[in-house]
């Protein structure tokens, strides 16, 4: 059954969205610094304000190419390859009631130590606890004893790849009446780049009356296992070959580190940015 984008009737119970399928995406293929990056990308919904944006197939730019910095402590700068949205909607004309969006950037310092290299466990998770840092650790309630966010959350290290890779939840406080979600997925690109893919996932407020305030709890509504599956399946899509270069870098990178070093840790708390 097909689901409509519009909306003609309140929702009066729970509804199980549906959104586009990786099945018969294409590939979007990147060369970036010699490593081949390749993702599945679905077309972004009809309407969306939301501009997609495709890669060039071979990035190799300079470091004042990149945008302006994206973190005032830390001074990361980034390169956007490929932006999609997409709606999920409901059924007999309940309307759009979520939407899921993908970004997939490149990530670099502005002034990246030359001792130091991603491929290193500990320099990548030191990266993601600074990066989550800056985009999160501002985000708290009015009174300040609250975080908006829980990051990182559900931390997976990925053994799939030639190199360390992670994947891990970004979830917003409930207790304040937040419930959207983004997912991320990091991997190093070479010594000083970094492989960016975040999805994030929206579900919209739920009024059963024009004249009545929104719902308070969107989980007793709204559906977000077919965001969560779409968001899963087009991080398995993912795909990296690395240069002979990449591959240099990495194992000078590793050299003297034990079995255990080279690997990302087990288990990543959340970040906590309060005093309670």
Not at 38 to 43: N, V
């Amino acid at each position: 059954m097909f689901y409509w984008p519009f909306r003609f009737r309140a929702q009066q119970s729970y509804i199980v969205p549906k959104g586009p399928s990786v099945s018969w995406a294409p590939r979007k293929k990147v060369c970036a610094y010699g490593v081949n990056v390749s993702i599945k990308a679905p077309r972004s919904s009809m309407g969306h304000p939301g501009r997609s944006r495709n890669p060039e197939r071979n990035i190799n730019t300079h470091r004042s190419h990149y945008e302006a910095a994206i973190a005032r402590k830390y001074s990361w700068k980034r390169y956007s390859l490929i932006s999609r949205w997409w709606n999920f909607n409901g059924p007999l004309f309940t309307g759009t009631l979520g939407c899921l969006s993908m970004h997939v950037s490149l990530l670099t310092l502005a002034n990246p130590s030359p001792e130091s290299s991603f491929f290193r466990p500990r320099a990548f998770e030191t990266a993601i606890a600074q990066l989550m840092a800056y985009y999160f650790e501002e985000d708290l309630s009015r009174s300040g004893t609250e975080q908006d966010w829980f990051v990182p959350t559900n931390w997976e290290p990925l053994d799939r790849f030639p190199c360390i890779a992670a994947r891990f939840d970004a979830i917003q406080n409930t207790k304040l009446g937040l419930f959207d979600r983004r997912r991320y997925c990091y991997l190093p690109l070479s010594d000083e780049h970094l492989l960016e893919v975040v999805l994030p996932t929206q579900r919209y407020p739920v009024y059963l009356s024009l004249e009545g305030e929104p719902e308070s709890d969107v989980n007793h509504w709204v559906s977000e296992e077919p965001m969560k599956k779409l968001a899963n399946a087009l991080l398995d899509s993912l795909e990296i070959r690395f240069s002979a270069e990449a591959e240099r870098q990495q194992a000078k990178a590793l050299e003297g580190l034990s079995a255990d070093q080279r690997k990302l840790s087990e288990t990543f708390a959340p970040l906590k940015w309060t005093t309670a």
